[in-house]
């Protein structure tokens, strides 16, 4: 069964990234965060919006930006392959859907163009993993193949690929895992808890200043 939730893209910046996705003929959806702080009604506090188009994320934020009546200057990171606009006390951020794999003692991908899905995989836990499409021709529809939904009703923290995989790629996640578990008072699932365990020595290839920084999230 198919779920649509078109009552989640009430915010104007949406019609106008479906309108340059049109044009510039590219497959968009609004990922992460807010997918998720909507299925849980916690988007009062709606600060910024994750937006992943198959193609170029930064081509689709200059359209964007040239169609909004104040037309935004657009922040470009080539180095990433992202862009990110200001709208409406929005911050709206551009990714070109990508693969990344990772070497042992680096925390940087290797980055390759990819699908929805490939993009999906990579991201850090199922319940940030879930996409609403903006493409007309089934806007508000709900991909979640990791069975995020199921995931937040069982208020668990779990990742989309084996946790090994995905803690050893970025062992960051670790300290994220830790913080969704205390901001949305779930539980970390068990296997993905004895991962952590078993990689925590994978930490020291995060930079301090990453470190803290997360830190002062989860306080």
């Given at each position: 069964m198919v779920s649509t939730y078109k009552e989640a893209l009430q915010q104007e910046i949406?019609?106008?990234?479906t309108k340059a996705s049109t044009i510039l003929q590219l497959e968009t959806y609004v990922i992460g965060g807010f997918v998720r702080d909507?299925?849980?009604q916690r988007n009062s506090e709606l600060k910024d919006i994750d937006i992943v188009t198959v193609g170029s994320g930064i081509a689709l934020a200059?359209?964007?930006?040239?169609?909004?009546?104040?037309?935004?200057?657009?922040?470009?990171?080539?180095?990433?392959?992202t862009a990110m606009l200001r709208f409406?006390?929005?911050?709206?951020?551009?990714?070109?859907?990508?693969?990344?794999?990772?070497?042992?003692?680096?925390r940087n991908p290797e980055v390759q163009e990819g699908t929805l899905q490939d993009d999906q995989n990579r991201r850090d836990f199922t319940i940030n993993a879930m996409a609403l499409s903006l493409n007309s021709e089934n806007y508000g529809e709900?991909?979640?193949?990791?069975?995020?939904?199921?995931?937040l009703e069982r208020k668990i923290i779990k990742t989309p690929l084996n946790p090994d995989i995905t803690y050893s790629d970025d062992p960051l996640r670790m300290m994220r895992a830790v913080r969704f578990a205390t901001q949305l008072n779930f539980?970390?699932?068990?296997?993905?808890?004895?991962?952590?365990?078993?990689n925590a020595e994978r930490i020291d290839i995060i930079t301090r200043e990453?470190?803290?920084d997360e830190l002062h999230k989860i306080l």
């Open positions: 949406f019609s106008y990234i909507f299925l849980l200059e359209k964007v930006a040239s169609l909004l009546p104040n037309q935004p200057k657009v922040q470009i990171f080539k180095t990433y392959g409406q006390d929005l911050e709206i951020e551009f990714v070109g859907a990508r693969k990344e794999s990772y070497t042992e003692n680096s709900l991909l979640d193949p990791f069975n995020g939904v199921e995931d539980k970390i699932e068990q296997k993905s808890l004895e991962s952590i365990t078993n990453r470190i803290v």
